[in-house]
């Protein structure tokens, strides 16, 4: 049985199974982060886009939006998602990355926000990754512009995701997801296994998808490395600090002027 990499025939499903339902939630959080802090935003870049569904709900609420994605099929189904909207998809991988504006091959293009949500940064490998991912953000903003995302923390991939096995059945779709924790790197692997239905045929398909948890305090360290400053470290979807039994925490920095 072949094992494929993260985010290949996944993203046949990935709506379907309901996963672009954090999208919603992360942008409405977003919107209300915007107004709290008085954030001006005209122009934005979702990392790690995916299937597209923030990037179609920012650019509803006015946003001029940018996507990238390392995953050519995720982003098949964003394109799809987005017909007829004036919205650049990029495909590019973390964490080093620069795009370039048109007519300079020098310069960077720069947002006045970056997204990335839904765990896409517990996809850095190391703390050296997720320091270069930081440092290529913070090149693509303009001084003073903002960056919030969204990850799971060390305690969540390891009690949440754990040694467990996840099982659910749906008309159209089934998964099987089998986690294991390392203790030494802190990270989760998970064989995830689906089943796609398409008339009277299922079919089966393998991923291996492995998330890495980085300390608070790591974090912090990260960002302001790459000349950030911390404005807000809530433990997600609301306004109060994160701590050590905080399952997913959402990170609100601000590039230095
Ligand atoms: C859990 S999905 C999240 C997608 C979307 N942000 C959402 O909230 O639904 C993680 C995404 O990160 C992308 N990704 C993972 N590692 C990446 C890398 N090194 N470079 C670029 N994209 C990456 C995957 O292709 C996938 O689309």
Request: charged share 20%; aromatic share 12%.
């Amino acid at each position: 049985m072949k094992v494929k990499n993260a985010y290949s025939d996944f993203a046949t499903v990935y709506d379907l199974m309901g996963a672009d339902r954090h999208s919603v939630q992360m942008v409405a959080y977003t919107m209300d982060i915007i107004r709290r802090f008085r954030i001006h935003v005209t122009s934005a870049l979702d990392l790690c886009c995916g299937t597209g569904t923030a990037l179609e709900l920012f650019f509803n609420h006015g946003l001029q939006m940018s996507g990238l994605d390392g995953s050519a099929a995720m982003l098949a189904i964003a394109a799809r998602k987005l017909r007829g909207k004036k919205i650049t998809l990029y495909h590019k991988q973390l964490p080093k990355f620069k795009l370039l504006l048109t007519g300079n091959s020098r310069k960077s293009r720069q947002f006045d926000l970056i997204t990335c949500f839904y765990d896409s940064l517990n996809y850095m490998k190391s703390p050296r990754e997720l320091g270069t991912a930081f440092q290529s953000v913070q090149q693509h903003l303009h001084p003073g512009g903002w960056f919030i995302f969204d990850m799971n923390t060390p305690t969540a991939l390891k009690t949440i995701w754990g040694n467990q096995v996840y099982a659910e059945a749906h008309e159209n779709v089934a998964w099987i997801w089998k986690n294991k924790y390392s203790n030494k790197n802190k990270s989760a692997t998970l064989q995830v296994t689906f089943f796609r239905r398409a008339g009277k045929t299922w079919s089966r398909f393998d991923e291996l998808h492995v998330e890495y948890g980085y300390s608070n305090s790591q974090i912090r360290t990260l960002l302001n490395k790459a000349g950030f400053t911390v404005k807000g470290f809530y433990r997600c979807f609301t306004f109060q600090n994160a701590d050590r039994h905080t399952n997913r925490i959402c990170v609100i920095a601000q590039k230095r002027k």
